[in-house]
């Protein structure tokens, strides 16, 4: 069973960091162009980062950019997001996400919430 699973999310003041993780499994994690994906309360989805199958390649939305990190480590198949100087407008559900030949894949999403 292809599974994604976020974790990592919880309450933070702004301007702290937070480090968010997605363990893959039943896929070839390696294969894959991996995906963060937010959703803030009563707003739509929208694309933070994408980070290519050897990691090499990293791509951000400008409204992260210069403050978060995509990265991954494929042994381990976890795909991570360091957030660091987290604003209020960060606060959203964090999904990981990608495609395979079927569609894309999403975990559950994890909570990150940056208030005072």
């Known amino acids: 069973e292809v599974q994604l699973v976020e974790s990592g999310g919880g309450l933070v003041q702004p301007g702290g960091s937070l480090r968010l993780s997605c363990a893959a499994s039943g896929f070839t994690f390696s294969s894959y162009y991996m995906n963060w994906v937010r959703q803030a309360p009563g707003k739509g989805l929208e694309w933070v980062s994408a980070?290519?199958?050897?990691?090499?390649?990293?791509y951000y939305a400008d409204s992260v950019k210069g403050r978060f990190t995509i990265s991954r480590d494929n042994a381990k198949n976890t795909l991570y997001l360091q957030m660091n100087s987290l604003k209020p407008e960060d606060t959203a559900v964090y999904y990981c996400?990608?495609?395979?030949?079927?569609?894309?894949?999403w975990g559950q999403g994890t909570l990150v919430t940056v208030s005072s």
């Open positions: 980070i290519n199958s050897g990691g090499g390649s990293t």
């Open positions: 996400k990608f495609t395979d030949l079927t569609g894309e894949v």
